[in-house]
């Protein structure tokens, strides 16, 4: 049983904290951000604390699986909440990972979603599998608001620009400038 030296419900609010902060940073592997994630989840759990059992979640499964959830006997309760468990840490994990590198992947799933097509991983393991085989051309990453793009480009004011409308680059270039960073700056056109 987890001991601790804190007040049992401060234990419990701060692992559960650190679930929902955790994110993937840049220089994270998959692999080191899928033992961070585990960590904290570990944790939850030794404090007494869960995490995924919803109970939307729990009556979908139970419905997959043909089980009236209010008639359903300890053994199958316990199944469907194990499922239901694993596939909210699933898209937990999915939904912390690394915007920059895995947004085109979680957008493909939503995608999918819309079209009657769940391909949305089930398990932690399959959620890791998917980032870590994931193909990820950063020439091709979707740009984030709020989120640097690497593949920033200017144009210097005064330097000669052919076949465009100056204006309206430069009026242009100036309003992504603005809206990347949410700071004007008149001097880069």
Do not use: W
């Not at 144009?155 to 000669?160: F, K, L, R, W």
């Amino acid at each position: 049983m987890f001991q601790s030296q804190k007040y049992l419900p401060h234990a419990i609010h701060e692992s559960v904290h650190q679930f929902y902060l955790l994110q993937q940073s840049k220089n994270d592997t998959a692999a080191a951000y899928l033992d961070n994630f585990t960590n904290i989840v570990e944790v939850i759990t030794a404090t007494g604390g869960s995490i995924g059992d919803h109970k939307e979640i729990l009556e979908a499964v139970a419905k997959e699986e043909g089980v009236n959830l209010n008639e359903a006997a300890a053994a199958e309760l316990k199944s469907i909440t194990a499922t239901a468990k694993e596939r909210y840490l699933a898209v937990a994990f999915l939904m912390s990972s690394n915007r920059t590198r895995y947004s085109r992947c979680i957008e493909e799933l939503e995608n999918s979603f819309l079209k009657g097509k769940d391909k949305y991983p089930h398990t932690v393991t399959v959620a890791f599998i998917l980032i870590s085989k994931y193909k990820h051309d950063p020439r091709n990453a979707i740009h984030i608001v709020g989120q640097i793009n690497d593949g920033v480009s200017f144009t210097n004011v005064g330097s000669p620009m052919t076949n465009t409308n100056p204006t309206t680059t430069e009026a242009s270039v100036a309003l992504v400038v603005k809206g990347s960073s949410g700071m004007n700056k008149p001097h880069i056109l």
